[in-house]
């Protein structure tokens, strides 16, 4: 191959792998396999080993980052980087708005544009003659750091733009936010922890340090993502926000779906509400949304106060970062004997909800973070997650303090405590003669995903261990109306409702009897895996470990668990002096009769007539699979009220859709 053939393919082959890079990293839609990417990466890194003047700085190749620079070079900018003022409330919202109107002297709704506030990094890029030539993180607004090769790495980043309706521009300047996805940040934090390197508080934090990073080629390993918002400057054509969104996107620069055009602040209010509950599902923090007055002529009309513009606000969500004090550090005991420290905080609102505990794990995870009582940490809740401490704020620390160990006895019944090698607990030796080890082994057994036995809560559940009524899972079946009318706050009522759902749960299913069993390993799901592949309780308890590893989903692990369990003496005993007790089992329907084997149903939104649980129990017990997303797999989708995301998504693949009604409808005729 001659130079210019050379020069031919490597146009080429830009061209391919950055038509595959668009698709794949923006619209999850990829058009080749990943080896056959490679193998055209190869191809392209050859050609311009052997002609390095063909290496542009828009070539794909350049994505894997550039050797370490010393320092990052001051990028001094024409146009400061704003920031936001922010608000916290609907009235707030609602003044911003009225200042607005006053200020363009009308009376009629203002057209706004709604949009997430993604929690990242502000970067400011130019592109010119259609290629990515400079990058810089925002600084402070004038004066920013050049992060050039390092923005390179991010793979939905286009080196070079496409022409969209018009032709590219000469110079283009566009703003957004870089990224990482919350998923990727527990990765990334799993990895650091595992190569003792410091893990980061929050994914904006991690996108930050990626971001500023000296050597790109770390950089490179980070999935770092990036949404454009803004264009700083005048486009001809673009009149509104909303245009600039769609002519951004146009030149192929990823920009944020989520962004609507509201009329007035209500409409605007309404849309708050619901980024609000998109939230937790959305793959990116938010903290908040953007208020943008759409027209800018409009904008440019308001102007801007100081640093901040008068025709945008950022509408705030509550934080899920907080400062409190660490009152105390108690153990609880678990079912299994495992202590599990917990922090009892000073309560603080957290992203809406009172926080007054949040789990240390364990022993290790204490001496990562030392932890003491007295000190001042900063919490975080992000999702459904427990509150987690994300660090200590040392500074703040008392004098005198000292790290805080578990202790040698367990702090309910006084037995010595032992960490085994291999184990990340510490437990107490006590086993079922530990009242709460008993109590938490009851607990779980009655649970409602186990035995179910409806109405004996934590407090009888204390009450009968203390008495000495029960000692194991047996004697619950064998309490009676007189046994029970006898405990405090137990009216004749209560005591034969109990004795009705006592009866109730005697005959219960397979599956469910072998959960509340509470073997090490064995959860709902695992339970149901071995109900179906075993029928009966007999057939699990005389498996051998190869018959329990022949099933699909059964690990060494797991089957080294159940075979250790019962094996115990006093699990058999267990076992049978609940059958003595009248517990009989039914087996599950074999799989094939199962009118949804095979089938796979997404649940969404809110369910009146039955819980979402119970609807996902309900299904599962006819054999179908319930999957947390939809995809072009899901058979149907049951949609409650206010449905969101997930419901868009349905439509979109064309997804069978049912309401509630359909749905219970359904149900009622397979139950038959
Ligand atoms: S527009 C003049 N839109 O929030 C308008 N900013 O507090 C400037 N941010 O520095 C920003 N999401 O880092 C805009 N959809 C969005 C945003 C957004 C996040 C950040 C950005 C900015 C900060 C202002």
């Given at each position: 191959?001659?130079?210019?053939?050379?020069?031919?393919?490597?146009?080429?082959?830009?061209?391919?792998?950055?038509?595959?890079?668009?698709?794949?990293?923006?619209?999850?839609?990829?058009?080749?396999?990943?080896?056959?990417?490679?193998?055209?990466?190869?191809?392209?890194?050859?050609?311009?080993?052997?002609?390095?003047?063909?290496?542009?700085?828009?070539?794909?190749?350049?994505?894997?980052?550039?050797?370490?620079?010393?320092?990052?070079?001051?990028?001094?900018?024409?146009?400061?980087?704003?920031?936001?003022?922010?608000?916290?409330?609907?009235?707030?919202?609602?003044?911003?708005?009225?200042?607005?109107?006053?200020?363009?002297?009308?009376?009629?709704?203002?057209?706004?544009?709604?949009?997430?506030?993604?929690?990242?990094?502000?970067?400011?890029?130019?592109?010119?003659?259609?290629?990515?030539?400079?990058?810089?993180?925002?600084?402070?607004?004038?004066?920013?750091?050049?992060?050039?090769?390092?923005?390179?790495?991010?793979?939905?980043?286009?080196?070079?733009?496409?022409?969209?309706?018009?032709?590219?521009?000469?110079?283009?300047?566009?703003?957004?936010?870089?990224?990482?996805?919350?998923?990727?940040?527990?990765?990334?934090?799993?990895?650091?922890?595992?190569?003792?390197?410091?893990?980061?508080?929050?994914?904006?934090?991690?996108?930050?340090?990626?971001?500023?990073?000296?050597?790109?080629?770390?950089?490179?390993?980070?999935?770092?993502?990036?949404?454009?918002?803004?264009?700083?400057h005048e486009v001809p054509g673009v009149l509104t926000?909303?245009?600039?969104?769609?002519?951004?996107?146009?030149?192929?620069?990823?920009?944020?779906?989520?962004?609507?055009?509201?009329?007035?602040?209500?409409e605007v209010q309404r849309r708050h509400g619901e980024?609000?509950?998109?939230?937790?599902?959305?793959?990116?923090?938010?903290?908040?949304?953007?208020?943008?007055?759409?027209?800018?002529?409009?904008?440019?009309?308001?102007?801007?106060?100081?640093?901040?513009?008068?025709?945008?606000?950022?509408?705030?969500?509550?934080?899920?970062?907080?400062?409190?004090?660490?009152?105390?550090?108690?153990?609880?005991?678990?079912?299994?004997?495992?202590?599990?420290?917990?922090?009892?905080?000073?309560?603080?609102?957290?992203?809406?909800?009172?926080?007054?505990?949040?789990?240390?794990?364990?022993?290790?995870?204490?001496?990562?973070?030392?932890?003491?009582?007295?000190?001042?940490?900063?919490?975080?809740?992000?999702?459904?997650?427990?509150?987690?401490?994300?660090?200590?704020?040392?500074?703040?620390?008392?004098?005198?303090?000292?790290?805080?160990?578990?202790?040698?006895?367990?702090?309910?019944?006084?037995?010595?405590?032992?960490?085994?090698?291999?184990?990340?607990?510490?437990?107490?030796?006590?086993?079922?003669?530990?009242?709460?080890?008993?109590?938490?082994?009851?607990?779980?057994?009655?649970?409602?995903?186990?035995?179910?036995?409806?109405?004996?809560?934590?407090?009888?559940?204390?009450?009968?261990?203390?008495?000495?009524?029960?000692?194991?899972?047996?004697?619950?079946?064998?309490?009676?109306?007189e046994q029970l009318r006898g405990l405090d706050r137990?009216?004749?009522?209560?005591?034969?409702?109990?004795?009705?759902?006592?009866?109730?749960?005697?005959?219960?299913?397979?599956?469910?009897?072998?959960?509340?069993?509470?073997?090490?390993?064995?959860?709902?799901?695992?339970?149901?895996?071995?109900?179906?592949?075993?029928?009966?309780?007999?057939?699990?308890?005389?498996?051998?470990?190869?018959?329990?590893?022949?099933?699909?989903?059964?690990?060494?692990?797991?089957?080294?668990?159940?075979?250790?369990?019962?094996?115990?003496?006093?699990?058999?005993?267990?076992?049978?002096?609940?059958?003595?007790?009248?517990?009989?089992?039914?087996?599950?329907?074999?799989?094939?009769?199962?009118?949804?084997?095979?089938?796979?149903?997404?649940?969404?939104?809110?369910?009146?007539?039955?819980?979402?649980?119970?609807?996902?129990?309900?299904?599962?017990?006819?054999?179908?699979?319930?999957?947390?997303?939809?995809?072009?797999?899901?058979?149907?989708?049951?949609?409650?009220?206010?449905?969101?995301?997930?419901?868009?998504?349905?439509?979109?693949?064309?997804?069978?859709?049912?309401?509630?009604?359909?749905?219970?409808?359904?149900?009622?005729?397979?139950?038959?």
């Amino acid at each position: 191959m001659n130079r210019a053939e050379a020069a031919r393919r490597v146009r080429e082959l830009t061209e391919l792998i950055n038509q595959a890079n668009q698709r794949y990293y923006q619209h999850d839609d990829p058009i080749m396999s990943d080896p056959e990417y490679d193998r055209l990466m190869r191809e392209l890194e050859g050609l311009e080993e052997k002609y390095p003047d063909l290496r542009a700085s828009d070539s794909p190749t350049q994505r894997v980052g550039a050797p370490p620079v010393s320092g990052l070079a001051r990028v001094t900018r024409e146009l400061p980087m704003l920031s936001l003022a922010n608000v916290f409330s609907e009235e707030e919202l609602l003044e911003f708005d009225r200042r607005v109107k006053k200020l363009l002297g009308g009376d009629g709704e203002v057209e706004y544009a709604a949009e997430p506030k993604l929690d990242g990094l502000a970067v400011d890029l130019i592109y010119e003659n259609g290629v990515f030539a400079l990058g810089s993180t925002r600084g402070d607004g004038v004066t920013g750091e050049d992060i050039t090769p390092n923005l390179r790495t991010i793979r939905s980043l286009p080196l070079r733009l496409r022409s969209g309706v018009d032709a590219v521009p000469e110079r283009l300047n566009v703003r957004g936010e870089v990224l990482l996805a919350k998923k990727d940040f527990v990765l990334l934090n799993r990895e650091r922890e595992e190569t003792g390197e410091p893990v980061f508080a929050n994914p904006r934090n991690a996108a930050a340090g990626s971001l500023r990073l000296l050597d790109s080629r770390i950089t490179a390993k980070r999935p770092l993502s990036i949404y454009l918002y803004e264009i700083p400057h005048e486009v001809p054509g673009v009149l509104t926000h909303a245009d600039s969104l769609t002519y951004m996107a146009s030149l192929g620069l990823p920009v944020l779906p989520e962004s609507v055009v509201c009329m007035g602040a209500l409409e605007v209010q309404r849309r708050h509400g619901e980024l609000l509950r998109l939230r937790e599902e959305f793959p990116f923090e938010l903290d908040g949304m953007v208020v943008k007055v759409n027209r800018k002529n409009l904008q440019a009309e308001l102007g801007q106060v100081s640093r901040s513009p008068r025709w945008a606000i950022a509408y705030k969500f509550p934080a899920q970062e907080e400062e409190t004090v660490v009152e105390d550090i108690i153990s609880s005991v678990g079912r299994t004997g495992a202590l599990t420290p917990v922090a009892v905080l000073r309560p603080v609102q957290v992203g809406g909800v009172t926080v007054s505990r949040a789990t240390l794990h364990n022993q290790d995870e204490i001496d990562r973070k030392d932890v003491r009582p007295g000190d001042t940490v900063l919490i975080r809740r992000a999702g459904d997650v427990i509150p987690e401490i994300v660090k200590v704020l040392p500074e703040q620390r008392k004098p005198g303090s000292a790290p805080w160990r578990l202790p040698d006895r367990c702090p309910v019944c006084g037995s010595p405590t032992l960490r085994e090698e291999g184990d990340a607990a510490i437990r107490c030796t006590g086993g079922v003669s530990c009242p709460a080890q008993l109590a938490e082994g009851l607990r779980h057994f009655v649970s409602k995903d186990a035995m179910d036995v409806e109405g004996m809560g934590d407090k009888l559940i204390a009450q009968l261990v203390e008495k000495g009524l029960v000692r194991t899972p047996a004697d619950i079946f064998r309490l009676d109306f007189e046994q029970l009318r006898g405990l405090d706050r137990m009216a004749d009522k209560s005591a034969s409702n109990l004795v009705a759902a006592l009866d109730k749960s005697r005959r219960n299913t397979l599956a469910r009897f072998i959960y509340g069993l509470g073997v090490r390993h064995v959860g709902e799901h695992m339970a149901k895996v071995l109900a179906r592949a075993f029928g009966s309780i007999e057939a699990i308890q005389s498996a051998t470990l190869e018959q329990l590893l022949s099933v699909h989903e059964v690990g060494p692990e797991v089957a080294a668990s159940i075979r250790a369990w019962f094996d115990d003496p006093n699990h058999q005993r267990m076992i049978q002096e609940l059958f003595a007790a009248g517990v009989t089992l039914d087996a599950p329907r074999a799989a094939a009769d199962r009118p949804l084997s095979g089938k796979t149903v997404v649940l969404t939104g809110t369910m009146t007539a039955m819980g979402r649980n119970e609807a996902k129990q309900k299904l599962e017990e006819l054999g179908a699979h319930v999957a947390a997303s939809v995809s072009k797999k899901t058979t149907f989708v049951v949609a409650g009220e206010d449905a969101g995301g997930k419901l868009d998504k349905a439509r979109e693949l064309g997804v069978r859709v049912m309401n509630e009604q359909e749905f219970l409808a359904m149900i009622r005729e397979m139950e038959g």
